[in-house]
């Protein structure tokens, strides 16, 4: 890696530091400059504008979450086995990154047109990656005949908040909490038996 990639890479997670604690919005540039110890006008060597760093921010965190889930998608695999790879996947991708995960779950809403257009089609992308998950299941009698995107949007927010509480470090490892919060899930969306 050279020094103005490692240099970019500093300044973005910087930034993603700063818009996670504070907002992007409440996040100067100066700020972002005086966390890296460099003059504001320095800063401008490594991005045109401060939103230029949200937008790469929520887009290597969209493209860490496909690139999880599109080859499960994909495998031959049962539905049920999908789901579970997907919810487990997720929780590692935000686990792995809790700064990224909470600036990619609340900041990208202050991007401006046609950016905060485009990330929102990219979020509604992957929640119907997720809704054909839930489809298959319900379609193969392992849930309920409940209502497919509720369902969903339950499994997302469940998973999406983990940023809030999770503490590298932690009494409970990554994987351990995609397991409880998957059998949890699962348990509840589960048809009851005879």
């Known amino acids: 890696m050279d020094a103005t990639t490692h240099r970019r890479e500093q300044v973005l997670t910087t930034a993603e530091l700063l818009f996670a604690d504070r907002g992007f919005q409440a996040t100067s540039v100066r700020e972002i ?8 006008g320095s800063l401008y060597t490594h991005i045109e504008t401060k939103e230029d760093l949200l937008w790469e921010s929520v887009g290597n965190a969209a493209d860490r979450f496909f690139a999880m889930i599109e080859p ?9 086995e999908k789901l579970r790879r997907a919810i487990v996947g997720h929780v590692e991708v935000v686990t792995a990154n809790v700064t990224a995960a909470s600036v990619y ?3 990208w809403r ?24 839930v489809r298959a299941c319900i379609r193969d009698g392992t849930f309920a005949d409940l209502d ?15 940023y809030l509480w999770y503490r590298a470090g932690g009494s409970m490892a990554p994987d351990q909490i995609a397991r409880k919060m998957t059998n949890m899930l699962f348990d509840g969306l589960r048809r009851a038996g005879p």
């Open 33 to 40: 400059a005086d966390a890296l110890g460099i003059k504001a």
């Open 72 to 80: 499960i998608v994909d495998a031959d695999l049962l539905p049920t």
């Open 105 to 107: 779950s609340t900041q």
């Open 110 to 133: 202050h991007l401006s047109q046609p950016r905060r257009g485009e990330f929102a089609a990219r979020r509604d992308a992957y929640e119907q990656l997720f809704r054909s998950l």
């Open 148 to 162: 497919e995107k509720f369902a969903t949007l339950l499994i997302l927010s469940s998973i999406n908040w983990i």
